[in-house]
C-alpha cells in the first residue's frame, strides 16, 4: 500500500507531468513514494543520490524535491543499459542505441528529459560504473535509491558502494524488491538486498510501495 504521500509532498503538476512523458519504468505510486522520500530526506540539507539514472525519469522527482531543499540530486549511470535492456530483451528500446558506436547511450535522453522538466541545474549527473564512482564519493548523503543492474554482482555491488554514504536519520530507497520471483530478468537481487539492509541492524523499513522499500538509517555499518 501506498499511503505515505499527501497533498504538501507531491510534485506540482508540470513537474508531475514531465515524469509522466519521461521515458521509464517507474509507475506513479511509485514516484510519488520516491518524492515524498525525498522530501523529507532534503531537510537533513544533504544531497540526494539514486543509481540508474536511464532516461532521468525518477531523476526528475529527486531533483524537484533537492531543489526545494537547497540541495543537489545526484545520478549515477554508465548509461550504456542494464542487462534487459540490451538488444533482444524486452526491455529494449531501439531508440537509445548510438548509431556510430552501435551501444546503447542513453545520456542524450536523460539529458533532454532535464531540460524539458527545466530541472538541469539541480541534478549532478555522474556518469561511470557505480562502484567505481562509490569509491570516488567521499561525503554523506542523505538519501540513497537504488535502482540500478539487477544480478546479485550489480545490486551488491550497488549497496556495498553506497548504502555506508547515507547518513543518519537519511534514508535508504531499494526498487523493484519482489519477494516472489516477478520475470526473466528482475529476479531477486534487489529483495536479497533489502533483507541484508535489514537484518544489519543499519536500517530499519519506514514504508512499502509495491515494489518499493523505504528504510531510514538508525544504526551504524551495513
Partial sequence: MCGMTTTSDRPAADVLAAFEAAKGFMPLDEGLALYAAAVEAGALGLPLLEVGTYCGRSTILLADAAR?????????DHHRG?????????????????????????????????????????????????PRVAKAWGGKLGLVFIDG???????????????????EGGLLLIHDVFPVKHDEWTGQAPYRVYLRALESGAFTEVSVCDSLRVLRRTGPGI
Avoid at 68 to 76: E, M, N, W
Avoid at 111 to 118: D, F, P, Q, S, V
Fill in 68 to 76: 526545494a531543499a537547497g540541495v543537489s540530486a545526484l545520478t549515477v
Fill in 82 to 130: 542494464s542487462e534487459e535492456q540490451q538488444p533482444g530483451w524486452e526491455y529494449h528500446d531501439p531508440e537509445t542505441v548510438d548509431p556510430v558506436v552501435g551501444l546503447m547511450d542513453t545520456l542524450p535522453t536523460f539529458r533532454r528529459t532535464l531540460h524539458a522538466a527545466g530541472l538541469e541545474d539541480h541534478v549532478v549527473a555522474l556518469v561511470g560504473k557505480s
Fill in 149 to 167: 543492474g539487477h544480478t546479485d554482482e550489480h545490486a551488491t555491488a550497488d549497496y556495498e558502494g553506497w548504502a555506508p554514504h547515507v547518513a
